[in-house]
Nanobody, 121 residues
Framework: QVQVVESGGGSVQPEGSLRLSCAASGSIFSISAMGWYRQAPEKQRELVAKDISGGRTYYADSVKERFTISRDNAKNTVYLQMNSLKPEDTAIYYC???????????????WGQGTQVTVSS
């Protein structure tokens, strides 16, 4: 069993900053990728940023130059530093991890419970 726990959401004014954290724990053999998705009211969940083991990162166009994803592999933790926040960044942010539970090639996806980010003046 794998647990994924996020923290760091909250309310901030436009142009402010927030840092989200997500820690994965449990029977993890290895982590293939860790990332962040978000879902705004009445919108579909969208990928915000992803860090793929091996050094590749991906950002949605809407957050490039403002958000930075990073990982602490020793702690199985991923961070999302969000700067220059805009009202349209308001959403529930979900952490997503893809892991291997053993030495075979099977991968499994797990989600965190979500953390609310609200950007408003």
């Amino acid at each position: 069993q794998v647990q994924v726990v996020e923290s760091g959401g909250g309310s901030v004014q436009p142009e402010g900053s927030l840092r989200l954290s997500c820690a994965a724990s449990g029977s993890i053999f290895s982590i293939s990728a860790m990332g962040w998705y978000r879902q705004a009211p009445e919108k579909q969940r969208e990928l915000v940023a992803k860090d793929i083991s091996g050094g590749r990162t991906y950002y949605a166009d809407s957050v490039k130059e403002r958000f930075t994803i990073s990982r602490d592999n020793a702690k199985n933790t991923v961070y999302l530093q969000m700067n220059s926040l805009k009202p349209e960044d308001t959403a529930i942010y979900y952490c997503n991890v893809i892991v291997r539970l053993s030495a075979d090639r099977n991968e499994f996806m797990y989600w965190g419970q979500g953390t609310q980010v609200t950007v408003s003046s």
